[in-house]
């Protein structure tokens, strides 16, 4: 593993302390007092394995929540990016050591998702409820056309290249940075970051670590 993956890899393990401390920090300042049902783990477990398939997770579990009636619609974007953290942390340690990715267009990538997620959770956490469920309504007609895409055989065709440079490279980050700001209303960054890297010339080995 070269020097640039190792210290990706740091870091991600630092920031993922940071948010189990900033977690359990809140927990106790605002005296929640809620638990994770059964019916949360098997959630839980069941979208997180579609995720790895590239399915995506965000997408079904919004889908079962709404269908079991909880938690509440204003909720749902929070719980969905809190709660497929550790999931998503495992994943990508597992992806990133075991697939040959270019490391800085990862690390850039990451970045600019992160960046995009954390000023879309300050929008976000300020939207009435009704914007809310219509930003869920619409994330839930997107993944639904990218599962049917998927399911047909439609996506782009796929690339050979692990690494992207030039205005490609300017073009990935820009649009990931998007996708990351549009996680924060429940649409999930997976099949779109997929199909935005595929017309790049992605190989799709290599974009698994990448959505």
């Given at each position: 593993m070269n020097a640039t993956k190792t210290v990706l890899l740091i870091v991600l393990v630092l920031v993922n302390i940071a948010f189990v401390y900033g977690w359990i920090?809140?927990?106790?300042?605002?005296?929640?007092?809620?638990?994770?049902?059964?019916?949360?783990?098997?959630?839980?477990?069941?979208?997180?394995?579609?995720?790895?398939?590239?399915?995506?997770?965000?997408?079904?579990t919004t889908a079962l929540f709404k269908f079991r009636g909880a938690p509440a619609d204003e909720l749902i974007p929070g719980t969905l990016n809190v709660g497929h953290n550790a999931s998503a942390f495992l994943s990508t340690v597992l992806f990133v050591?075991?697939?040959?990715?270019?490391?800085?267009?990862?690390?850039?990538?990451?970045?600019s998702a992160t960046l995009g997620a954390w000023l879309g959770a300050g929008v976000v956490s300020r939207l009435p409820r009704r914007t809310i469920q219509l930003f869920m309504g619409i994330a839930l007609l997107?993944?639904?056309?990218?599962?049917?895409?998927?399911?047909?055989?439609?996506?782009?065709?796929?690339?050979?290249?692990?690494?992207?440079?030039?205005?490609?490279?300017?073009?990935?980050?820009?649009i990931n940075f998007v996708l990351g700001a549009l996680m924060s209303i429940g649409i999930g960054n997976y099949a779109p970051s997929m199909i935005v890297l595929a017309l790049l010339g992605m190989l799709i080995r290599a974009m698994t670590s990448k959505s």
């Open positions: 920090w809140s927990v106790r300042r605002y005296r929640l007092k809620g638990r994770p049902t059964s019916a949360d783990i098997a959630i839980g477990l069941g979208t997180d394995f579609l995720d790895t398939l590239g399915i995506g997770s965000f997408a079904p050591t075991t697939v040959t990715v270019d490391p800085t267009l990862l690390a850039c990538m990451i970045g997107i993944a639904a056309a990218f599962f049917v895409m998927r399911n047909l055989d439609v996506f782009p065709p796929m690339g050979t290249a692990f690494a992207l440079s030039g205005w490609r490279f300017v073009v990935a980050v820009a």
